[in-house]
């Protein structure tokens, strides 16, 4: 069992920095890959970014790619979304989730832990 606790949402205004940070509890951390996604409101939640257990594999998507930065520090159990030149659009509730292994990172369907997600809302 994988427990997650997500923190660092806020208000921002467009143009800005955010810094997500998305705590685990359990065992073999470093099995597990990570990922970030994104609920917007009436809005099916999409993927955003995703980091394997030894961070040799990282995926974004287009729309964040050159924004976003995934990383995670396993030492600490943290994954983490550094957000950059932030838009309007990125406004939604940010989740973090755990799947074991590397496969499917991409998949929201395929990760069985979550958080319970974090408000991230820019102003234009």
């Known amino acids: 069992q994988v427990q997650l606790v997500e923190s660092g949402g806020g208000l921002v205004q467009a143009g800005g920095s955010l810094s997500l940070s998305c705590a685990a509890s359990g065992r073999s951390f470093s099995s597990y890959a990570m990922g970030w996604f994104r609920q917007a409101p009436g809005k099916e939640r999409e993927f955003v970014a995703a980091?394997?257990?030894?961070?040799?594999?990282?995926y974004y998507a287009d729309s964040v790619k050159g924004r976003f930065t995934i990383s995670r520090d396993n030492a600490g159990n943290t994954v983490y979304l550094q957000m950059n030149s932030l838009k309007p659009e990125d406004t939604a509730v940010y989740y973090c989730?755990?799947?074991?292994?590397?496969?499917?990172?991409?998949?929201?369907?395929?990760?069985?832990?979550w958080g319970q997600g974090t408000q991230v809302t820019v102003s234009s």
């Open positions: 989730a755990a799947l074991y292994g590397s496969r499917w990172m991409t998949d929201s369907t395929k990760y069985p832990y």
């Open positions: 980091i394997s257990g030894n961070s040799f594999n990282i």
